[in-house]
C-alpha cells in the first residue's frame, strides 16, 4: 500500500524532470548566443542573401495573372470582369430603390425616373421586422437606431453601405452555406477546406485588399468582394458545425423514411440545423459591418468612407458621427438577424388562417411603401428628410478633444510616457535582442511539449517562414505590441469575468456591455485613444487592448458557471471559504476554458493590429498597411501569411493544451 | 410444436425467414478490410492480437414471417449496430443479409432507398422527429420522399396518426406533445410507408417506467392488429420477456444465446443468461407444457393450455383444491399431459424465496 503510494508519483516527476531539462538547456544556449554575439551575427539578423524573394514571385504572378493568363474562350481579366459584372445587377438595383431611385441617363444629365424608397418607409418596414422578429421593444430599438441615421445626416451615405450590405450577406451566407454542404459531404474537400479557412479567419483583410483591388478595380464592387471575402469563412464553418451536430438518429430517421442525399438535404438536415446556421448570418452580417471601413479603401463609399475621411483629416467630429451611424447600424442589424434566429418554434394553429392573418406585417409595410411614393410627389420631405431638420455634434466632439487637451494633456502624456519608458520599451528591446534562431527552437520545443513532435515541426516551420521571408524584426514588433496587449486585457479580464461569474446583476451588466462592444466595428476604436493620446504604440496598444478584452472577459465567465453544480455543492459541504473555492476548485477547473479566452483575445489583438497601422505602429501590420497603399500584391500577401502564422502558432498551441487539460480533468 | 395452425403466433421454427443474417461483423480499426478474406470470413487471429473494436461478431440469426423477434443485450454490447447493419444505415465489415429474398449487401443505394420506403420502417430511441413539421408533417415524411401528392399523403398520414391514438393532434408540433405521445408520432412515421418488416430500436428507453408500460401494451395492440415481422431492441430484460416470440441475447458483440423467454429461463447457455434470469418470476415465462408430468389417471381438476404461460392459469390452479391435477392439451385438444397444483404452488414459492 505504502509502495504503491511512494511510486505513483515518480513517473509524472520523471517526465517534468525531461522538460525543465531541455527548457533549462535552451535558456542557457540562448544566453551563451547572446553573449557571443560579435561572433555569430547571422544568429541575431536573418543575412539577407539567404531571404527568399517570395514577394517578388507572387507580384510577378499576379502580374502575369491580369496581363497574359488566358483561358482560351477569354482571358483571366475577362473573367474577372464578368465576376464584377455579376456582382454589379443586383447592387445597382437595390442602390437605385434604396440610395439614388430609379435614373435614366448618365452623370449629371440624369434624370429620376422613379424616386427611392422614403426614409420613413424604411423605418417603418423596419420597425415591422422587428416587430415580427420579437416585440415592440426591438422595433423601437431599430426604430431609434435609423432615426439617429435620419436626424444627423447620415441617411444617404448609411443607404449606400446598407445596400453593399444587403448584397454582400446572401451572397456569402449561400456561397458559406455551399461549401459547407461539401465539405460535408465530402471528406477530402473538408481536408482541403479546413487549412484554408485557418489561414482566411487569420490573414489580415489588408493582405488580400491588393489582389482584390488589382483584379477587379476600384469600385463598390470590388469592396463587395473582398466584403465577402472576408465574411464567408465563418459562415462555412458554422455550416459544417451545424451539419455535424444534427443528432445521429434524426439524420437516421431521414434516411429510414427513404429520402435520397437530396431530399436528406433539404427536408432534413437543413431545416435541423435552422437554428445554428442562424448564428452563422449573424456573423456574416457583422463581420460586412466591420468591413465597412475597411472596405471604403477599395471604394466602397458611403459611412466607411466617411469615418476614414475624417480619421485622415483629424476632423473628430464628423468621424465620431459616421462611426457612431456604423455602430448603430450593426447594432441595429445585429439585434434584428439575433431576434429572427431565436424566434419561438412554432406552435400550431386551431383553425387555418386566412392570408392576411398571415402576413399581417407585410402588409402594413406595402400599404405604408405605397402611400409614401403617393404622397411624396406633394411633400418632398417625405423622400428626402430636410436639410434643415438635421442636426450635427460635429462641434461638441471638436470642442471636447480641446477641452481635454487644455486641461488634462499633462496628465496623459505623463501617464503615457511613463508606460512607455518603464514598460513597453525595456520589453520591444529584449525581444528585439534575442537571437531568431533561439526563438524559432523555444517555438518548436514549447509546440513539442504541448502537443507532440508534429505540433513542433509545424510551429518552429512557421517560425522559420518568419525569418527567411526577412519579415522577424517586424514580427518581434507584432509579437510585443500584440503580447503586451493581451497580458494588460486577462490582467483586465480575468478579474471581471470572476466577479461577473459569482454576481447575477454584475453578469447582466457586463453582457449587455460585451454586447455592444462587440457589435462595434473594429475601426471605431481608434477613434477615442486618437482623440486622446494621438497616434503612436501606445495609442495603437490601448485600441487593441479595448477591442480584445470581450473574449477573455466572456470565456473567464463561462467556464467558471459551467463547472458541475455538483462539485460546487461538494466543496461548499466540505467547508470551503468563496476564497478557497475559487482557487481550489473554480479557477483550476475553468482553466482550459480561460484559455480558450485568451487564445480568442491573442487572434483579435492579432487583427486590431494590423488595423492600428493607420495609426502609426512599426510592425507588420504597417507592411500590409504600405502593400496595400503601392499595391504590391507580394509584399501584402507575404505580410499577411506572417501574421497569420503567428496566429496559427498560438492557436494550435494553446489549442493542443487546453484540449488535453480538458481530457485529464474529465470535461469532455 | 411442429405445424403451426393459422392464426397462431409461430415458434422458433416452420416459419418462412424474412430476415435472414449469416456470419456479419462490424469492425473499427484500421485498415479493416485487409482482416477479410476474399471469402467473407474474418481472419480472427489477427483480430484478437490487434487493435480491433468488434461492435458487432459473427451474428447470426433469422427473422421469421410475423414475429417478434427481440434483441436484448446492456449498453455496449453491440445491439444498436447490428440493428443498423440489418438496415445498412451502418455498412456491415462482411457477412450476409438477405430480406425477403433480396441480398441486402448487395443493394445499390437507389435499391435500398426503394426497400426503405417501401418495406422498412423504424423506430428510434429520441423520437428523432423534426421538430419544424408538425405531427401530420413527420408522418407524412416518408410518403413526400416518395413523390405522393399532397391531399393523398396527408390523408394516409392521418389514417396512421388515428392508429396510433393521436387523432386530433395532427397540427401540434413536436414540443408542445409529451414523450409517450411523441414516441407515438415516431411510431406512426414508422408505419406510414406500410412496411414489411418493423425495426424499433429500445423505442421505449426514453420513458418513464408508467408510461413505458402503457406504451409496451399499445405496442403489443398495434401487432394484434398489423402482424409486422419485428425486430425490436431493448436493454430490459422484462421488457423482452413481455414483448418477445424469441430473443436473442448478445454481450460484447456476440450473440450468446438464442431462444423463446421459456427456453431461456429453463436452460441458460451461460451464467450471463442466467443472471438476466434470475430475476424474473417463473409463473410469467414458463408454460404448462413445461411442468407437466406424465399422465396418470383421469381425474382431472381441471384443464390448462400447453403453449400459455402459467401465470394467465393461475388464478383457476390455485383456487383448487390441494392435491388437485389440472389436465394439459394441445392446440388440437388432445391432452399431452397432467399438471398437478403442488408442482405450480413449489414453483411460486421458489421464485419468491429467489426474491
Known amino acids: ?70 483561358l482560351g474562350l477569354f482571358t483571366f481579366k475577362d473573367l474577372t470582369r464578368g465576376l464584377a459584372w455579376l456582382v454589379e445587377q443586383p447592387y445597382t438595383l437595390v442602390r437605385s430603390l434604396l440610395s439614388t431611385g430609379f435614373l435614366s441617363g448618365v452623370g449629371s444629365d440624369a434624370v429620376q425616373v422613379f424616386p427611392r424608397i422614403s426614409w420613413l418607409a424604411l423605418i417603418a418596414g ?22 439617429y441615421l435620419v436626424v444627423f445626416g447620415q441617411w444617404d451615405s448609411a443607404m449606400v453601405t446598407l445596400s453593399s450590405i444587403i448584397i454582400a450577406v446572401p451572397i456569402g451566407i449561400l456561397g458559406g452555406m455551399l461549401l459547407g454542404i461539401l465539405g460535408h459531404r465530402s471528406r477530402g474537400f473538408r481536408m482541403v477546406l479546413i487549412p484554408i479557412l485557418d489561414l482566411m479567419q487569420t490573414v489580415p483583410v489588408f493582405a488580400y485588399l491588393v489582389p482584390v483591388l488589382l483584379l477587379f478595380g476600384f469600385s463598390p464592387v470590388s469592396a463587395m468582394i473582398a466584403t465577402i471575402i472576408y465574411a464567408m469563412p465563418p459562415m462555412v464553418r458554422v455550416t459544417l458545425l451545424a451539419l455535424e451536430h444534427i443528432s445521429a438518429e434524426v439524420v437516421e430517421a431521414g434516411s429510414m423514411a427513404g429520402c435520397s442525399r ?41 459611412l466607411g468612407h466617411d469615418v476614414l475621411t475624417a480619421l485622415r483629416r483629424l476632423r473628430i467630429g464628423e468621424g465620431v458621427e459616421a462611426g457612431l451611424a456604423i455602430t448603430l447600424l450593426a447594432i441595429a442589424l445585429d439585434r434584428l438577424s439575433q431576434a429572427y434566429a431565436n424566434r419561438p418554434p412554432p406552435m400550431h394553429h386551431t383553425r387555418p388562417p386566412a392570408l392576411w392573418q398571415r402576413h399581417p406585417h407585410a402588409l402594413v409595410f406595402l400599404v405604408i411603401v405605397g402611400l409614401t411614393w403617393a404622397l411624396g410627389v406633394y411633400l418632398p420631405a417625405l423622400n428626402t428628410y430636410p436639410e434643415s431638420w438635421q442636426i450635427t455634434t460635429g462641434a461638441f466632439w471638436g470642442d471636447l478633444v480641446k477641452y481635454i487637451n487644455v486641461n488634462y494633456f499633462d496628465t496623459l502624456e505623463s501617464f503615457k510616457n511613463f508606460l512607455l519608458l518603464n514598460l513597453m520599451v525595456p520589453f520591444k528591446r529584449f525581444l528585439l535582442s534575442l537571437p531568431w534562431v533561439a526563438v524559432v527552437a523555444m517555438v518548436g520545443l514549447g509546440g513539442w511539449q504541448l502537443g507532440g513532435w508534429r505540433l513542433g515541426l509545424l510551429t518552429a516551420s512557421l517560425a522559420t517562414f518568419i ?83 470581450t473574449p477573455i472577459i466572456r470565456y473567464t465567465d463561462h467556464g467558471i458557471r459551467h463547472i458541475p453544480g455538483e462539485l460546487i455543492e461538494a466543496a461548499r459541504q466540505v467547508g470551503m471559504t468563496r476564497g478557497q473555492l475559487l482557487h481550489k476548485v473554480q479557477l483550476p477547473l475553468a482553466l482550459p476554458h480561460i484559455m480558450l479566452g485568451v487564445n480568442q483575445t491573442i487572434m483579435m489583438a492579432l487583427s486590431m493590429l494590423v488595423i492600428t497601422a493607420l495609426v502609426g505602429t512599426r510592425e507588420l501590420g504597417q507592411e500590409v498597411y504600405i502593400a496595400l497603399t503601392k499595391a504590391d500584391t507580394g509584399r501584402g500577401v507575404v505580410a499577411g501569411v506572417c501574421v497569420a502564422f503567428i496566429a496559427i502558432i498560438s492557436d494550435r498551441m494553446i489549442g493542443a493544451w487546453a484540449s488535453r487539460r480538458k481530457r485529464e480533468l474529465g470535461l469532455e | 410444436m411442429s405445424d403451426q395452425p393459422a392464426g397462431e403466433r409461430p415458434q422458433s421454427t416452420g416459419a418462412a425467414a424474412k430476415l435472414c443474417c449469416k456470419h456479419v461483423w462490424k469492425i473499427f480499426g484500421d485498415d479493416v478490410p485487409s482482416l477479410i478474406g476474399a471469402d467473407g470470413s474474418v481472419d480472427e487471429a489477427r483480430f484478437e492480437s490487434g487493435d480491433y473494436i468488434g461492435a458487432v461478431r459473427d451474428a447470426s440469426f433469422e427473422v421469421h414471417d410475423g414475429e417478434t423477434f427481440v434483441i436484448m443485450g446492456l449498453s455496449g454490447s453491440g445491439k444498436s449496430t447490428l440493428l443498423r447493419c440489418m438496415t445498412r444505415l451502418i455498412e456491415p465489415s462482411t457477412g450476409e443479409i438477405h430480406f425477403e429474398s433480396e441480398d441486402l449487401m448487395q443493394a445499390s443505394e437507389a435499391q435500398l432507398i426503394d426497400m426503405r420506403r417501401h418495406k422498412m420502417g423504424m423506430v428510434f430511441q429520441h423520437f428523432a422527429l423534426l421538430p419544424n413539421r408538425s405531427v401530420i408533417g413527420n408522418v407524412a415524411l416518408p410518403l413526400e420522399v416518395q413523390g405522393i401528392g399532397k391531399a393523398e399523403r396527408e390523408q394516409r398520414a392521418l389514417d396512421v396518426i388515428k392508429l396510433v391514438g393521436l387523432e386530433g393532434r395532427e397540427q401540434y408540433y413536436p414540443r408542445e406533445l409529451s414523450g409517450g405521445q411523441q414516441q407515438r408520432v415516431g411510431i406512426a412515421r414508422s408505419l406510414a410507408g406500410e412496411p414489411d418488416i418493423w425495426f424499433l430500436d429500445e423505442p421505449f428507453s426514453a420513458l418513464d417506467p408508467l408510461i413505458r408500460r402503457e406504451m409496451q401494451d399499445e405496442f403489443m395492440r398495434l401487432q394484434n392488429v398489423l402482424h409486422k415481422t419485428i425486430v425490436f431492441i431493448t436493454h430490459d430484460f422484462d421488457e423482452a420477456i413481455r414483448l418477445a416470440d424469441r430473443i436473442a441475447i448478445m454481450k460484447d458483440g456476440a450473440i450468446i444465446q438464442i431462444g423463446t423467454p421459456e427456453q431461456l429461463v429453463l436452460h441458460p447457455a451461460t451464467d450471463y443468461v442466467e443472471e438476466f434470469t434470475q430475476g424474473i418470476p417463473r409463473a410469467k415465462v414458463l408454460s404448462a407444457g413445461a411442468l407437466m408430468r406424465d399422465v396418470d389417471g383421469d381425474n382431472f381438476a381441471g384443464k390448462v393450455h400447453a403453449s400459455v404461460s402459467i401465470e394467465t392459469q393461475l388464478d383457476a390452479i390455485l383456487n383448487a383444491d390441494r392435491g388437485a391435477v389440472f389436465a394439459v392439451y394441445d392446440d388440437e385438444y388432445n391432452v399431452v399431459g397432467a399438471l398437478p397444483r403442488e408442482v405450480v404452488v413449489e414453483l411460486l414459492s421458489a421464485s419468491q424465496r429467489q426474491e
Open chain 1, 1 to 70: 500500500m505504502s509502495n504503491a503510494a511512494v511510486s505513483l508519483p515518480r513517473p509524472a516527476s520523471l517526465t517534468l524532470n525531461r522538460w525543465v531539462l531541455l527548457w533549462g538547456l535552451m535558456i542557457l544556449v540562448t544566453v551563451v548566443l547572446m553573449m557571443s554575439k560579435e561572433s555569430l551575427p547571422w544568429a541575431f539578423k536573418y543575412p539577407r542573401a539567404w531571404q527568399l524573394p517570395l514577394a517578388g514571385w507572387i507580384s510577378d504572378f499576379m502580374k502575369w495573372l491580369i496581363n497574359s493568363f488566358d
Open chain 1, 126 to 147: 423596419l420597425m415591422l421586422l422587428g416587430h415580427y422578429a420579437r416585440d415592440w421593444k426591438l422595433a423601437l430599438l431599430v426604430g431609434g437606431c435609423f432615426g
Open chain 1, 262 to 302: 437530396r431530399q436528406l438535404l433539404w427536408k432534413v438536415l437543413l431545416p435541423s440545423a435552422k437554428h445554428s446556421l442562424m448564428v452563422g448570418v449573424n456573423q456574416v452580417v457583422m463581420l460586412s459591418l466591420n468591413m465597412v471601413i475597411i472596405a471604403s479603401m477599395i471604394g466602397a463609399g458611403g
Open chain 1, 467 to 549: 525569418a527567411i521571408v526577412g519579415l522577424w524584426t517586424k514580427a518581434m514588433v507584432t509579437l510585443y505590441l500584440c503580447g503586451l496587449a493581451v497580458v494588460i486585457a486577462c490582467l483586465i479580464g480575468v478579474p471581471i469575468g470572476i466577479l461577473a461569474a459569482r454576481n447575477e446583476r454584475l453578469h447582466r451588466i457586463v453582457g449587455v456591455i460585451i454586447d455592444t462592444l462587440q457589435t462595434l466595428p473594429s475601426f471605431v476604436y481608434l477613434m477615442p485613444v486618437v482623440m486622446l493620446f494621438r497616434v503612436g504604440d501606445f495609442a495603437a496598444m490601448l485600441a487593441v487592448i479595448a477591442y480584445a478584452i
